[in-house]
């Protein structure tokens, strides 16, 4: 049996290696970026983002805007506190509670029940190879019918739907 490669199994690898990897990965995609920027530079003057260099960079706009980033950074740290404290409040609530439980199985009485039919074809129904099942406008089942005889799905046709050889 062969073994998976490592690069394929993060698991395997050291915590070293890991960090390597990643600090790789993250080099070669400012890289990749890097390569765009003249084709980015081309449609930033076709679309006229040179006023916005203007306006924020050499005419200061962007003082105002930092004034303002200090208060969305503190909002944001406020409602990620918030929503870390729900978090732990929900944990420390919920630690060493199971609360899912398993679906009961459904018996062949039921399922008879259910689909009003009787329990002994219901069983000639799950033990048959294919079924046809028609419905009705509410979708209820009107009609279940077995197939004994396999259709032929494809048959060999052309082009324009005629039957070949």
Do not use: H
Not at 2 to 26: E, G
Not at 54 to 72: H, P, T
């Amino acid at each position: 049996m062969k073994r998976p490669l490592i690069i394929n199994t993060p698991s395997l690898q050291s915590l070293q290696q890991r960090y390597v990897s990643a600090f790789l990965t993250f080099i070669f995609w400012v890289i990749w970026f890097f390569l765009w920027t003249p084709l980015i530079t081309l449609f930033g003057w076709l679309s006229g983002l040179d006023l916005i260099y203007i306006q924020m960079i050499e005419l200061e706009g962007f003082s105002d805007i930092a004034e303002d980033f200090s208060g969305f950074l503190i909002s944001v740290a406020i409602f990620g506190g918030l929503l870390g404290f729900w978090a732990l409040y929900n944990f420390l609530r919920f630690k060493d509670i199971e609360r899912r439980a398993a679906i009961t199985p459904v018996n062949n009485q039921q399922l008879a029940a259910f689909f009003g039919v009787g329990v002994n074809l219901l069983g000639k129904q799950q033990q048959a190879q294919c079924l046809s099942i028609s419905f009705d406008d509410q979708g209820n089942i009107s009609q279940i019918g077995t197939i004994t005889k396999p259709i032929a799905i494809a048959e060999k046709t052309d082009d324009i739907g005629n039957k070949g050889s």
